[in-house]
């Protein structure tokens, strides 16, 4: 247990900000990389908008700087640079970094009564190896022929020499497989400690949900990471050491030799975990916010943990519903179809339990709160595409159109967004000691709101209407030029959730450094983390908290008139 | 050592060993080669060919300033001066020939956005030999071998506008396509493409002749297209022979009226289809055959509008059996004929009944089939 | 850029100052929205392409339904639940086993809307339709063999004499000519990279895999000419990896045919081994 080990605070300024083994530094770290990688990844987004709207019209403002060669405009080869890293960075280097780096290194000790991780060296390693990673892929912009340009599935052949020539892809792979290698440390070490550093009293049941969704992701991490590792070392083999793992014969030599389906495969068993991987947290930080701010028990606990559990199992059994239309046998195809409609079920339990959670509660309107409350929207959106995208019979029509930009941005990009926005509002006052302002933060949801909501629905009447992704210009083909309306309605609404963000950047800095100084506990919530004073002292807890009820005593009647909640550590009255 | 596993090292590197020997061994196809190690850098510079004396002039116009004509230059001939230094003009056994200059940074730019577009059909060295263009026929140009079918100029060589142009426009039917890309990057490309000549050819020789695209001279029959159309089609299966390649779309009875040939002269067999040709151009080491167009059936690789048929036209087809019709024949007849073709395509080309309807015709009332 | 380039040659002023390029947003919205606007596939033009409409459509009203629920159960504690003073929530863990039979009951009930009906028209269009790959005895299958490549489509069909690999092979790029009311099978592969056969209006789409074949099919109702678009990210001009379908009414296909194949013929150069590719036929 780390009780038995408490070394002295250090005292240099490397120690302290930069190889800090604190798990709250740590945090912080995490929370300031992953921010600045997704205002990287939303300019890189801008852009593709940019272009998809006004094909062949110089960037403005930004253009002639970083394309100078081609007077501000973005070429084709540009383009697909910008939607594979767009990609990439967004899933690997913005959000797993700001959703699970960050939250879980905070939350997880602090939840569970611990006063470090327990693996506090290896905790930092996972801090430096996906900064390497982020170096490398940030590296790879810079090199002859540029970065990547095959989009963040990296499918092969094209992905191989066959069709990526350049560095970039290669260092691509490094980098992937070095966030991978980050991912899995950070697993590793979440699973022990909410194993083995879990407080006196705080039972399985009695943890909060945000800890159960760091826990079952990082179980997910720590199983399917290690097969995109597997994946991308075998991607390196095939394009620096010449093996054909992945690059066949053409089928007039016979068709021997590699295979490049066996990468879809290695990739989807990673790659739809991994939508679960960034949703779980999510999930559990929307079912914990609806409760503290409903001011009611999350509703059917036990049954949302079931259903988080019974989703991390079939996540890897549903895989292949991304690989539909590349010959599947119609065998394989039935199973995967019929196993991906049931995994709507738990997801349709959380529902039911969040919806539950609201009603008859008594809502506090916070920022937070309106964040939880904006996932459950745009995760039902996005959900409930999923069935279209789930049947083959119109998923055949539908893959790799627009439809599936709406709805996995939706699923995977939006709700776990807003998730991460919910809990930097709620946990900023306890990261930072200051409150960050709630005007602009309602702001901030309402502007970022309409027009996400906006941009993947107009995105679901393209694909509906038969638009495909990837495309540099929709206005070269005849059957698409008719659907250029929705392209530019889609861009106006992206850049005006773009400018909202701003809004969010304003507040943050401004709340870090001059924002009103935070009571101890500004939300009346009580859990362990809120018993210990701001900012948190360092080893957290002077003596390990014994936790004696659940995470959501609100509004019980014991508690008498006078009051609504209590913290964990306390005994509920009678 | 305590904690490292001599064996097990051993098993590592044996490993290590046995997959660089799984490389794929260097394949018979040379389209099927794995690329490896393609090197993206050109450390020299080169001197290429350049258009003659009358470009410079046209360009001197559109460039005010940089473009002076020196009486005293060419040892008394009298040339062009370049004040940015990119031409030069030189000097080989009388001959005099103008040159550009292409910076080893130009080709390196140029060469990393052919690898990045280009590779994948015109191989990673330009020979053509992409593994995409395998099997492709037409076969995608190799750069090694100087020739460049639809450049639309008389001289051996396009100038860099009228390759421009082509690569702008692309060669509709076959996969090269209009291309997306900026002037600045296509023109770096092109530099590099001219580079790829071997030494003392192509645009590494003294001797080539650059050429910009054909003039489009002023069509004499926009008031009389019928009557242009009648003439080009004399001159089409009379004075050009165009029927010897291309089919004939008259019945032997009207190609003998046409031709003023005495009663019971015989044309080729199939007259109404075209007739394969040699070519030029080589491939796996053998000369390649290609098609001369049907009019009412292919697809028209560089255009069809009667401009775009004239200087097609005027210019001939380098390396194929079609000759350069500039000077053969006047401008008059060369613009009948466009006018001709371009009613074939316009009255015929993908409409099935009017066409089958058309051919028919030609084919049960004569003895051609 | 090719669209903005050719039919808006008014724009180009634009391009050279940044200061322009907000105006050419608001120019080119306007011009978008005063294009021809087009918000769904249009009409399908095979045999199961009605197929797509009426599933999806399906799809979306038991959708529409589950998130107007969901919406309404959003809003109204909204409204109804603020907090005021005075004002406590109910406490309700939702562990009876009340709530319990609740949870399971409205989990079957959503399984059985949402996904099992959804689920069971799929399967019984996969075994009609989409999967139902026509036989390759049968005479009236029309045989395609199509073999993609950065960027183009090239099209062989067995000509006349119904044979492939033979002189008269019609050989077509980025152009497929096929008949009407005859289903058409295609074999499917790729010389480099995956790409991905999509006829929006005939609702079809199937990858082609480098090193495989991959079968699909469908059966033209509509003469006229259609799109063929490249739906797997294959390269840098993915998005010009176009072509053109026609389909041709059965008389006027045969004499297509008939004619494409004596031009095949003619055109046909024997010693030219390595450009004659052509497989045995799979299914």
Redesign the interface.
């Known amino acids: 247990m780390s009780s038995d080990h408490i070394h002295p605070e250090p005292t240099t300024f490397l120690r302290k900000h930069v190889f800090s083994i604190d798990h709250k530094v740590i945090a912080k770290q995490f929370l300031w990389f992953g921010l600045i990688w997704l205002g990287i990844g939303g300019i890189m987004a801008m852009m593709l908008r940019w272009q998809l709207a006004n094909p062949g019209v110089p960037v403005p403002l930004i253009g002639g700087l970083l394309f100078p060669r081609t007077g501000g405009v973005i070429d084709p080869a540009t383009y697909n640079t910008l939607f594979t890293m767009h990609g990439t960075i967004m899933i690997f280097l913005g959000l797993t970094p700001a959703m699970i780096g960050a939250l879980g290194n905070w939350c997880i000790p602090l939840m569970i009564g611990a006063r470090d991780m327990i693996f506090p060296t290896l905790n930092m390693l996972s801090f430096w190896a996906m900064f390497l990673g982020g170096a490398v892929g940030f590296y790879s912009l810079f090199v002859p022929l540029g970065a990547t340009e095959v989009g963040w599935t990296g499918y092969p052949t094209l992905s191989t020499t066959v069709g990526a020539v350049g560095q970039g892809e290669t260092l691509w792979a490094i980098a992937v497989f070095l966030i991978g290698a980050s991912s899995i440390m950070g697993g590793i070490n979440y699973i022990t400690t909410v194993i083995r550093l879990r407080c006196p009293g705080m039972t399985w049941m009695r943890m909060p949900l945000t800890v159960w969704g760091l826990f079952l992701t990082s179980i997910l991490n720590v199983l399917f990471i290690p097969v995109i590792g597997s994946a991308m070392i075998i991607l390196v083999l095939d394009r620096v050491f010449g093996t054909s793992f992945y690059v066949p014969a053409s089928i007039m030599s016979g068709g021997t030799g590699g295979d490049p389906i066996l990468y879809q495969h290695l990739f989807w068993i990673f790659g739809h975990p991994e939508v679960y991987i960034l949703i779980l947290p999510a999930w559990g930080v929307v079912c914990d916010l609806l409760s503290f701010f409903a001011r009611k028990p999350a509703f059917g606990y036990r049954t949302s943990v079931g259903a988080m559990v019974v989703v991390t199992v079939l996540s890897a059994l549903v895989y292949g519903h991304h690989m539909f239309t590349t010959g599947l046998s119609a065998m394989l195809g039935e199973s995967f179809m019929l196993l991906t409609m049931i995994i709507s079920v738990p997801a349709e339990i959380l529902f039911f339990n969040w919806l539950h959670t609201l009603w008859k509660g008594s809502l506090r309107l916070t920022t937070p709160m309106l964040f939880a409350m904006g996932v459950i929207f745009v995760f039902g959106l996005g959900g409930l595409t999923g069935i279209y995208c789930a049947t083959i019979g119109t998923d055949i029509f539908l893959h790799d159109t627009y439809f599936i930009v709406g709805h996995f941005h939706l699923t995977m990009a939006a709700s776990a967004l807003f998730g991460t926005f919910g809990a930097i509002y709620f946990w900023f006052p306890k990261m930072f000691g200051r409150m960050m302002s709630e005007r602009l933060g309602k702001l901030h949801f309402w502007l970022s709101f309409f027009p996400l909501v906006l941009v993947f629905c107009i995105m679901f009447i393209s694909g509906y209407a038969g638009m495909p992704r990837r495309y540099y210009d929709h206005t070269s083909a005849e059957y698409l030029r008719p659907l250029q309306h929705l392209n530019v309605a889609t861009t106006v609404s992206a850049f005006l959730l773009g400018v909202a963000q701003f809004i969010f950047v304003f507040n943050f800095i401004k709340s870090r450094w001059w924002g009103k100084t935070a009571p101890q506990n500004p939300w009346d919530v009580g859990t362990v983390d809120w018993t210990i004073a701001t900012p948190v002292p360092h080893y957290n807890f002077k003596t390990i908290p014994v936790v004696r009820c659940g995470p959501h005593e609100f509004s019980n009647p014991v508690l008498g008139p006078d009051t609504d909640w209590i913290y964990q550590t306390e005994e509920l009255p009678g | 050592m305590r904690g490292i596993s001599w064996q097990g090292l051993a098993v590592a590197f044996g490993a290590l060993g046995l997959l660089t020997s799984l490389q794929t061994s260097e394949d018979e196809n040379p389209h099927a080669r794995a690329p490896r190690d393609v090197s993206l850098v050109v450390t020299e510079g080169a001197w290429l060919r350049a258009p003659g004396a009358d470009w410079f002039a046209q360009r001197a116009k559109a460039e005010p300033g940089r473009f002076t004509h020196d009486a005293t230059a060419a040892g008394g001939a009298g040339g062009w001066v370049d004040s940015h230094g990119e031409y030069s003009l030189s000097e080989i056994e009388g001959e005099w020939a103008y040159w550009q200059w292409a910076s080893a940074e130009r080709l390196t730019d140029g060469r990393q956005d052919f690898v990045q577009f280009c590779s994948s059909c015109h191989g990673l060295n330009g020979d053509g030999y992409g593994r995409s263009g395998q099997h492709l026929r037409p076969t995608p140009r190799s750069f090694q071998q100087n020739k460049f079918k639809f450049t639309k100029v008389t001289a051996d060589l396009p100038s860099d506008e009228a390759l421009l142009s082509v690569i702008k426009r692309g060669l509709a039917g076959t996969p090269m396509l209009p291309w997306d890309l900026s002037d600045v990057q296509l023109l770096d490309i092109i530099q590099y493409i001219k580079s790829l000549s071997p030494e003392e050819s192509g645009w590494r020789d003294v001797y080539s002749q650059v050429g910009d695209a054909i003039e489009v001279t002023e069509d004499p029959w926009t008031d009389t297209k019928e009557r242009a159309i009648v003439r080009g089609r004399e001159i089409y299966h009379g004075a050009a022979s165009c029927h010897l390649c291309h089919p004939g779309y008259v019945t032997n009875e009207e190609l003998r009226v046409i031709r003023k040939d005495p009663e019971g002269t015989t044309y080729r067999e199939n007259l109404t289809y075209p007739a394969l040709k040699d070519s030029e151009y080589e491939v796996l080491g053998r000369a390649t055959k290609v098609m001369p167009p049907d009019f009412t059936w292919h697809q028209m690789r560089a255009g069809t509008t009667t401009a775009d048929l004239f200087q097609t036209i005027a210019s001939g087809i380098k390396g194929t059996a079609m000759p350069q019709w500039k000077g053969a024949i006047s401008d008059e007849d060369l613009w009948a004929l466009a006018h001709y073709v371009e009613n074939l395509i316009v009255s015929y080309k993908d409409q099935p009944a009017a066409r089958s309807a058309f051919m028919g015709g030609l084919r049960v009332s004569g003895d051609n089939k | ?5 050719t039919s808006t040659p008014s ?1 180009a002023f ?2 050279s100052r ?1 200061l322009g ?2 105006l ?2 608001m120019l ?2 306007t011009w ?2 005063a ?8 009409e399908p033009a095979s045999d199961y392409g009605y ?2 409409g009426e ?2 459509w399906l ?1 979306t009203t ?2 529409s339904v ?2 107007a629920l ?2 309404v ?2 809003i ?3 409204l109804r ?4 003073p005075g ?9 009876s086993l009340h ?2 039979r609740l ?1 399971a009951v ?2 079957i009930i ?2 059985i809307v ?3 009906w ?2 069971v ?3 019984k ?3 009609e339709a ?2 139902a790959i026509p036989a390759a005895k049968d005479p009236q299958t029309y045989k395609v063999e199509v ?1 993609a ?4 489509w ?1 099209f062989r069909a067995a000509g006349v004499d119904g044979e492939f690999g033979t002189p008269d092979d019609i ?1 077509t ?3 497929l000519v096929v008949p009407k009311d005859r289903p058409v099978s295609f074999n499917l ?1 790729s ?4 790409h ?1 056969l ?1 006829l ?1 209006e005939m ?5 082609l ?7 699909a099919w469908f059966k033209p109702v509509v003469e006229g000419e259609f ?1 063929i ?12 990896m ?1 072509g053109k379908l ?1 389909v ?1 009414e059965q008389g ?1 296909f045969n ?2 045919e008939a ?1 494409a194949s ?2 095949a013929s ?4 024997a ?2 081994t ?4 052509a ?1 045995d036929w799979q299914e």
């Not at chain 3, 294009?35 to 249009?42: F, L, M, T, Y």
């Not at chain 3, 003619?266 to 150069?269: C, E, L, M, P, S």
């Open positions: 850029m090719s669209m903005l380039s724009f634009l391009r940044w390029c907000p050419a947003l080119t919205s978008a929205l294009q021809d606007k087009r918000w769904g596939p249009g197929r797509f599933l999806f799809i038991l959708v589950a998130f969901v919406v159960l959003l109204v504690p909204m639940d603020r907090a005021r004002h406590r929530a109910s406490f309700d863990h939702g562990k709530d319990k949870t409205i989990s959503t399984f949402l996904d099992a959804v689920l028209i799929a399967m269009d996969l075994r989409y999967w073999l490549q950065q960027w183009a090239s050989l790029t980025n152009e592969t010389k480099d990279v995956i991905s999509f929006p609702r079809m789409k199937k990858d895999n480098p090193g495989a074949i991959n079968l799109s678009l490249c739906a797997e990210l294959c390269g840098f001009a993915h998005y010009q176009f026609r041709l006027q004499e297509w004619e004596q031009l003619t055109a046909f150069d010693d030219d390595e450009g004659h590719w497989w």
